[in-house]
């Protein structure tokens, strides 16, 4: 059972560059989040979904966009990339909303130079 | 001001000693809270959960709530090695999809 799998797992961007994280989830889940972690500032969620088809922001989503089109995979895009974007990107599910358990990816390291 | 703060440490105790870790929130409309476990390079795991006031007990985990005091406690007895990690405290209110607000994080070392 591979639960959340993130593509990639590195990147590195030039400023302006575009890109797509992908996160997939086996579990069925119809939740899923995208949060980055900063050093001192704990996790911070930047969109999220409650079903296929749905999207919503979070607390820092200036600069991102996604999409859910199949329920098991949830994009993260990144139009033009800035420094300040420089962090660790998790993607997350769960089965339910508030007071369920959410379930992490591994992670996505990605630096803008 | 931030809605959830946690002392980001580091913390270093010796291997055996009793572990303790905190986080003050300011919405009052949290009922639902979380300690998470999160290794180096790894992605955070929900290690302890507690709805609404009270203590929660697993094995060597003693979560703790105070919803009076806003202010919720993680105790690890007779530390582990194996326990070094980051741990982040993140709660949610009721309603709607779990949006986790997570405190800053802790990063413990236990020395054998």
């Known amino acids: 059972n591979a639960g959340v799998t993130q593509t990639p797992k590195f990147r590195v961007l030039k400023t302006g560059q575009s890109m797509t994280l992908l996160c997939a989830q086996d579990?069925?889940?119809?939740?899923m989040y995208w949060y980055r972690q900063d050093p001192g500032m704990g996790l911070r969620l930047i969109h999220y979904?409650?079903?296929?088809?749905?999207?919503a922001k979070g607390e820092v989503p200036d600069g991102y966009n996604v999409s859910r089109l199949k329920k098991q995979n949830f994009l993260l895009g990144l139009e033009s990339a800035a420094p300040s974007q420089t962090s660790v990107y998790f993607c997350?599910?769960?089965?339910?909303?508030?007071?369920?358990?959410?379930?992490f990816g591994q992670g996505t390291r990605l630096t803008v130079v | 001001q931030k809605e959830v703060e946690q002392d980001p440490g580091p913390l270093s105790v010796p291997e055996g000693a009793i572990v303790s870790l905190n986080c003050t929130y300011s919405?009052?409309?949290?009922?639902?809270f979380m300690w998470y476990r999160q290794y180096s390079r790894k992605g955070p795991e929900l290690l302890m959960y507690?709805?609404?006031?009270g203590n929660k007990e697993d094995g060597r985990f003693t979560a703790q709530v105070d919803k009076s005091s806003k202010y919720i406690s993680l105790f690890i007895r007779d530390s582990q090695p194996s326990d070094s990690a980051t741990y982040l405290c993140?709660?949610?209110?009721?309603?709607?999809?779990?949006?986790?607000?997570f405190g800053q994080g802790t990063r413990l070392t236990i020395n054998p």
């Open positions: 997350a599910s769960s089965y339910g909303g508030a007071g369920t358990e959410a379930f």
């Open positions: 579990m069925n889940h119809e939740y």
């Open positions: 979904s409650v079903g296929e088809g749905t999207t």
């Open positions: 919405n009052s409309a949290f009922q639902y």
């Open positions: 507690t709805y609404s006031s």
């Open positions: 993140a709660m949610s209110g009721v309603q709607g999809a779990q949006k986790l607000v």
